[in-house]
């Protein structure tokens, strides 16, 4: 899932950003990867909570929406959200230009971890298997 996230830390950082975003009426969050906030616990859930009270609180007003997008609309127990209203085959997101175009890459000699502490360098060769530089 991640590294853990302390909600304390969550909320208490960024406050001049918080005080920008709660200064506004009508706010409407987007979470994109959103399979990694399912969790109503988290602390990305409880600060869009604390947006909303702030929001609500100092203007009358409400967010306006969370929205969630997901290629893996599913909790860490495989079940779908709930809260789902567009479900799109990969197929046909990917010829809709919605995702990325999926790219396999194929490797013209033996693929070798390096030694190294360093993920990016251990995995290297692997990594850039499926780098095409046309794509930018």
Avoid at 9 to 28: E, F, N, P, S, Y
Avoid at 56 to 78: M, R
Avoid at 97 to 121: H, M, W
Wanted: with cysteine.
């Amino acid at each position: 899932m991640g590294p853990v996230v302390s909600k304390t830390k969550a909320l208490d950082t960024g406050a001049a950003l918080r005080d920008r975003i709660t200064a506004h009426r009508r706010v409407m969050v987007l979470n994109d990867e959103a399979h990694h906030v399912w969790d109503s616990g988290s602390a990305w859930n409880e600060a869009i909570r604390t947006l909303h009270e702030t929001i609500l609180s100092c203007s009358g007003y409400k967010l306006v929406a969370p929205l969630d997008f997901s290629a893996t609309p599913k909790d860490n127990k495989g079940l779908l959200f709930k809260h789902i209203v567009c479900d799109t085959p990969l197929g046909e997101a990917v010829d809709a230009g919605i995702v990325k175009t999926p790219l396999i890459g194929q490797a013209s000699r033996k693929l070798v971890e390096q030694a190294d502490d360093n993920a990016a360098y251990r995995w290297e060769q692997h990594l850039l298997l499926g780098y095409d530089d046309r794509v930018r």
